[in-house]
Structure formats: C-alpha cells, structure tokens
C-alpha cells in the first residue's frame, strides 16, 4: 500500500491553497419518479452552468476545480477570489433562470438550496482533491434545518433559490463589503443537522423571498436596494414606521429557523420558553417557520 495517511500533530507540513465552495442540491429530489432522476441530475449542472454565464463568470464556468454530480445536486471549488460575484450578482440570476425554467417546464419544478463556505483543501490534480473539513462543512451548511425549513414555508411559485452562507464568507465577503450583496439581506441562523454534530453560525439569502418571508425582513432584491438607499429619518424609528419592513431585522434562534408571520403545518416549535421584542426573535429550539407553509408531495424527504 503506497498511500500514507499522516499522523495530526506530528509535525508541521504546508496549509493547502483557501478555495471557495458552492454547492446546490434539489428540493423533493428523492421524492421524484426514479425515470426523473437520471435527467434531472443532468438539468441541475446546465442551469448552474447557464447562470454562470449569463453572471459573466465564463472564468469560473471553465475551471471549476474537483466539480461533482451529487445526484440531486453539484459541488465544486474555485478562486476565493470570485466570492464576491457568486454571492452578487450570480445567485440573483440562477434564481431568475430557475424561474425562468419553472414557468415554463411540463416536468417537475427545479427549486434549489445552495451553500457557500471557504478554508483549505488540497488541490495538487490528485485523486482525494477538495476532500477536507470545508467540504464537509459546506454540505453540511446545504442540508441545515434552517435553509431547509425556509424552502419549504416558501411560495414554489415564486420562491426558487434559497442559500446559506457560511459565517467565514460573510465576514469576509459580505461584511468586508467586496460585494453588492447588503449585509440586511442576509438573515443570521444557527446551522445544525439532525443527527449529525454539526452546529455553526451562518446567515440565509433568498433572492426572491415570498410571502411570511418578506415579512421575517428577508426582502427582494429591488426593495432592499431603494430602502438601502434611502435617507434615514430621525424622527422615526424604522421598527415602528408604518408601512415598511424593517431589512435589518435579526433574528437569534437556538436551533432551526425562525420566520415571522403566519405560522402552518408541518413544521413546529419545541424548544423551551420563547420572547418576541420588536423585530428581533428570540428561539429557545426547533423549527419555527411562519407564514402559508407549502405542504410537499407524498414522498417529499427533504
């Protein structure tokens, strides 16, 4: 046997290159006919594909590093240096071909979770590429309760891109100001699996918000840019000014999603004892989706 699996903490070796991670995978994948599955798996990739150039990110399109077919999805590392263009404006125009797509497709609908995260990870053209703790934690980030549980409390009719991102990138990236993404769109949840030992900070993005989700201060990428724009009143507070929704709300939840709204089937609180001030949220556990929740297909996994 020629491969050698180093001992950690033996001694000290070279940091592999920080690469980038994106990955997406399909809402009710598992729930399809199996006849859907082998063309849907194809679909997923050309519609990544078709976003990344219409994006003008025809670089990244053509060297992808380590890119896999998941099944129901795609991974694949690249130029930390793009960050800033994945999170704006590509994520804003996959949403827009997926409902593009939807609109129009007499097969089943294409709705997606994506995750974005970035650290270390061998890349030297060998096999075992990208395989590493940012590549487990960015799949990790895409099968979260939060992002999850907010897919599904959406419109599928308007609603078709929901992504977390990972807090190394909003940090870097989104608070850092590199992109045209506003921190305010953005939504800070805990990230955890169930039965996996998984939790971290993260924060939710969904370029076309529907409904309770618009009211949870997750708002369109229209609206948050005039109110981003627009001059501060001092005379009032813009919690309390009627007829707007306050984008800057935040939300502290102990575990799973917290939305505010209108709350439906399917996906309840469990936690202990819980507080409402203002616009802030205040969640001991468990999921808590408000809003018209959209109840899936007999066979709906995800």
Known sequence: MSTVVP????????LPPYRAL???????????????????????????DQALE???LHKLRDSKRFPANTGDGVVFGFDPALLPFVLWPFLGVLDDILGAYNRQCVGPRIRLRASLHVGPLPD?????????TARNDTHRLLDSRPVKALLAAASEQVTH???????????????GAYTGLHPDRCVEVPATVEGKNFAQRAWLYVPSPSGNLVQAGVQPREESTAQAAAPADPEQDPVTRPGTHYSGNTQHV??????MGSVGRDITYTGGSTS??????HWGGGDNVAGDKRVGEAG???
């Open 161 to 175: 891109l929901a992504a977390v991102i990972s807090q190394r990138v909003y940090e870097d990236v989104v608070l």
């Open 300 to 302: 709906d996994r995800r």
């Open 124 to 132: 030297a053209d060998r096999p075992g590429d990208g395989n590493g």
């Open 254 to 259: 102990g575990e799973g999603a917290a939305v």
């Open 22 to 48: 994106f990955a997406v995978d399909a809402k009710d994948f598992t729930g399809l006919p199996a006849v859907q599955h082998g063309p849907v798996s194809q679909l997923i990739p050309e519609l990544v």
């Open 276 to 281: 409402y001030h203002g616009t802030n949220q």
């Open 7 to 14: 001992a950690p903490y033996a001694e000290s070796r070279p």
């Open 54 to 56: 219409r994006a003008e």
